[in-house]
């Protein structure tokens, strides 16, 4: 059996220690070495020879999707994108990713990934590169593989879908937050305050980045630092300086800036 020459990539140490522990059952995965940026995993991958690489997306400065740019070329290694944030699924077949798997990483997935890895390195693919991406993109999004084929096929884009569950990372664990949970969050400084069921979840993330994984259906920015689940909003109280006061129905009080007035009626009409 054709060994797979494995380098993982990571900006995180405890997700690199699990993902090794979780190769190291498989027989046939050599583990040649670990990169904790995108910028070694350049420096790593044409000295060590992977032919599989383990590779984070998100990771800061030189992202996984950067790594990928910068490595087209006859000699790329296969690629295996591994994240937290399921949105990413279609950009990581974009750039021809063996597969995706989630974090916390499932052995199930695991497994599915490397088998297909031994196949397309063996060349004994059961189905064609095409089949594959419908396959594994519809899996992953749930789409009909006759929707994702004709998107492919004509170009179209296909309706934004947006997550279901919010991966907020704290320490070495990730806690998966239905966004149907989150009653507001508010930002303080680099991070943002995640208020949902009574918790207070805290993530490292902008708000332009956390509201692009918000359906705006149902999540509407009311402050430059504010956004509400509009579900949660019971009253609305105008004052005279042309603030509105929003009255959650947990009897939270949030501010509604005049710069953000004319969403007064999205609300209304909610």
């Not at 750039?95 to 088998?115: G, N, T």
């Not at 990730?174 to 149907?180: F, G, K, M, S």
């Not at 680099?190 to 993530?203: N, S, T």
Request: glycine share 6%; aromatic share 6%; with cysteine.
């Amino acid at each position: 059996m054709t060994p797979l020459r494995t380098l993982i990539v990571d900006d995180e140490a405890l997700a690199r220690r699990g993902l090794r522990m979780r190769l190291e059952r498989h027989k046939d995965v050599e583990i040649l070495g670990e990169c904790r940026n995108g910028r070694e995993a350049l420096a790593s991958i044409p000295e060590l020879e992977p032919n599989l690489v383990f590779l984070d997306i998100q990771m800061p400065g030189f992202d996984g999707f950067d790594v990928v740019r910068s490595l087209q070329g006859d000699d790329m290694p296969m690629v295996i994108f591994a994240t937290a944030f399921d949105q990413y699924a279609i950009r990581a077949f974009e750039v021809h990713a063996v597969d995706y798997i989630l974090k916390p990483v499932d052995e199930d997935h695991l497994a599915r990934a490397l088998e297909r890895a031994r196949d397309r390195l063996t060349g004994k693919q059961a189905v064609s590169e095409k089949e594959h991406l419908l396959d594994v993109i519809g899996e992953i999004t749930g789409r009909a593989p006759a929707e994702v084929e004709q998107w492919i096929g004509d170009g179209t884009t296909p309706a934004r879908r947006y997550p279901e569950k919010i991966a907020i990372r704290d320490g070495g664990s990730t806690a998966l937050v239905p966004a149907r949970d989150i009653d507001w969050v508010d930002a303080a400084g680099d991070y943002m305050c995640v208020h949902a069921k009574g918790l207070i979840h805290v993530m490292r993330i902008t708000m332009k980045q956390l509201e692009e994984q918000l359906d705006p259906a149902l999540f509407l920015r009311v402050h430059r630092s504010t956004i509400v689940n509009i579900d949660r909003v019971q009253k609305i109280s105008a004052h005279m300086n042309g603030e509105y006061h929003l009255i959650l129905s947990d009897n939270t009080r949030l501010k509604m800036s005049r710069g953000y007035k004319d969403r007064v009626q999205l609300l209304l009409k909610h």
